[in-house]
């Protein structure tokens, strides 16, 4: 679910080094965050939509919920776009849901087995491969921009302990991958979802309860100090997940164990 933040960080921050790829992707060799450094760009007026800021090593990525999103340096991707949304300030979930199936379609062109995650992480069976964290730049009612931040656990084979389902695209089918070029194609992936937003939202949110991860089974959940199970129906447009129980947004409920993994 898309995060809000009105906090930026201080843009007196190093200076984008490496070289620019198609003149939009800027590399980055070392940063303590994409998201962080794009946010500073904009409080700044340098960033751009469309602008895309991948980091060979990110030493203080973040995830969803404050967690941390944890990368072997020069493995992964690590990366954040620039983007002036197309959609009203309510419609917030349905940016997420596009940039989640342009992650989605872009692994499929490498292996099947693709999920959703509700909200917005990529899994591969029941093992987390990616994540997407999404801040936003709102003044009153309107939303400036959207920093859509990417990880995926591209060529690294070994996790800290502390992460319970982890897995990477080269562990999935045993292959090595260029971390830039992967990249660029989730990127236009993406954009060309967004797109798809301004023409047919209806039809993205369609794709995204098509992948969605145990869509029709029953799962186990919890909200407060109730643990229930529960019937996996949709995500509808205003991004609450509608299980045989009722509606719930994020944060309201976290998984419980599914097949052996904390979820």
């Known amino acids: 679910m898309p995060k809000n933040s009105n906090l930026l960080p201080d843009p007196d921050m190093d200076k984008p080094q490496g070289t620019t790829f198609d003149n939009q992707l800027i590399e980055l060799e070392s940063v303590d965050s994409t998201n962080n450094y794009a946010m500073a760009r904009i409080h700044a007026g340098l960033a751009s939509s469309g602008e895309v800021y991948f980091a060979h090593q990110q030493w203080a990525g973040k995830g969803q919920r404050g967690k941390a999103w944890i990368s072997e340096p020069g493995r992964n991707i690590s990366m954040s776009l620039v983007l002036e949304p197309p959609l009203i300030l ?72 502390e992460l319970t389902n982890p897995i990477s695209l080269k562990q999935i089918t045993g292959e090595n991958y260029q971390p830039l070029l992967l990249a660029r194609e989730i990127i236009d992936q993406i954009l060309a979802n967004v797109k798809a937003l301004q ?65």
């Not at 987390?128 to 939303?143: Q, R, S, T």
């Not at 869509?215 to 205003?238: C, H, P, Y």
């Open 199 to 263: 023409e047919d939202p209806g039809a993205v949110l369609i794709a995204y309860n098509q992948h969605l991860y145990k869509r029709g089974e029953m799962v186990k959940l919890k909200k407060g100090r109730a643990r229930f199970e529960t019937f996996i129906d949709s995500v509808n447009e205003q991004g609450r997940l509608v299980t045989g129980e009722g509606e719930f947004g994020h944060g309201e409920v976290s998984w419980l164990i599914v097949d052996g993994f904390i979820s």
């Open 90 to 161: 309510s419609r917030q979930f349905l940016l997420g849901a596009a940039v989640a199936v342009g992650c989605l379609e872009s692994m499929q062109k490498y292996t099947a087995g693709w999920k959703i995650k509700w909200p917005n992480d990529l899994y591969w069976g029941d093992r987390k491969a990616a994540g997407i964290l999404i801040e936003n730049v709102i003044k009153g009612n309107e939303w400036l921009f959207a920093v859509i931040g990417v990880g995926v656990n591209l060529n690294q084979i070994s996790f800290p302990s």
